[in-house]
């Protein structure tokens, strides 16, 4: 079997009774150009449970049904519940650290995502925040691909990702975006406080909005004549350069 099929939900009453059970659904495929009441509901009650519903040609679903059974719509579940953000701060209160926040700007690529939560974890962050919208979400192949660490490290799921760094400030979080032409050199910059690094997304980086709510850009130095690194990789690197000089390295 496919790993990215693991955690299909499919079909009419099965997708409905997971919504209707408050299992954490990370987004519903329907097939379009479909008129039919018993879909129409099934995507209003996702809609209302804050679930991105996406409509796709028929085929796609085909392609991806596991049991050749959709019905016309299949659901992506989460492997496990997601956190607040409330919860990824008690956590640092809990260890008696300053916070540690890592927030993924629209990374899309779900092996990106896992390795970001696998790094963040080992290094001993307090929790990720990713978008509801336009980003991976806590699939099957997430949880493997961070090696199990999204079952240990909060992460939290926000439908408005630049209202979540207003709320981050306002609790005292510095935040300090990742960006390649940024004059701030990671090795120089202090990473020691309370802080919530963001790392773009693959493709274009950081959106508009969510740039504006950084207090400090921050870059890696770069020796070679590739000018970027994949999006798990520099986070990987800038969250092991906190580590270090949280330990007073």
Same mark, same amino acid.
């Given at each position: ?28 495929? %329907? +097939?379009?150009? #479909? ?6 509901? /099934?995507?209003a009650? @996702?809609? *209302? !449970? &804050? ?15 596991v049991t ?7 659901? %992506? +579940?989460?492997? #496990? ?6 919860? /990824?701060?008690?956590? @640092?209160? *809990? !260890? &008696? ?25 080992? +290094? ?55 960006a ?18 963001v ?9 508009r ?14 020796r ?26």
């Amino acid at each position: 079997m496919d790993e990215r099929r693991t955690d299909l939900i499919e079909g009419r009453n099965a997708v409905n009774e997971a919504l209707k059970a408050g299992r954490a659904i990370d987004k519903l495929y %329907v +097939a379009r150009g #479909t008129n039919d009441s018993a879909l129409g509901r /099934i995507t209003a009650r @996702a809609r *209302e !449970r &804050g679930v991105a519903v996406v409509t796709v040609d028929r085929r796609k679903l085909d392609e991806i049904s596991v049991t050749g059974s959709h019905q016309g719509v299949i659901a %992506v +579940a989460a492997v #496990t519940h997601y956190a607040s953000i409330d919860d /990824i701060l008690a956590l @640092a209160e *809990e !260890r &008696g650290e300053p916070p540690f926040v890592i927030v993924c700007d629209e990374i899309s690529d779900v092996h990106n995502l896992g390795a970001i939560i696998r790094s963040a974890e080992c +290094a001993g962050a307090h929790g990720v925040i990713i978008p509801k919208r336009r980003s991976a979400g806590l699939t099957a192949v997430v949880d493997k691909t961070s090696a199990g660490a999204a079952e240990y490290l909060p992460v939290a799921r926000v439908s408005n990702l630049p209202a979540a760094l207003d709320e981050l400030k306002r609790r005292g979080l510095w935040v300090y975006g990742s960006a390649a032409e940024a004059e701030s050199g990671m090795w120089e910059t202090d990473l020691t406080g309370p802080l919530c690094l963001v790392i773009g997304s693959e493709g274009e980086g950081m959106g508009r909005l969510v740039r504006e709510k950084c207090d400090v850009l921050v870059s890696i130095p770069m020796r070679g004549r590739v000018s970027s690194l994949n999006a798990s990789a520099a986070a990987a690197i800038l969250i092991y350069e906190a580590l270090r000089q949280r330990s007073g390295s």
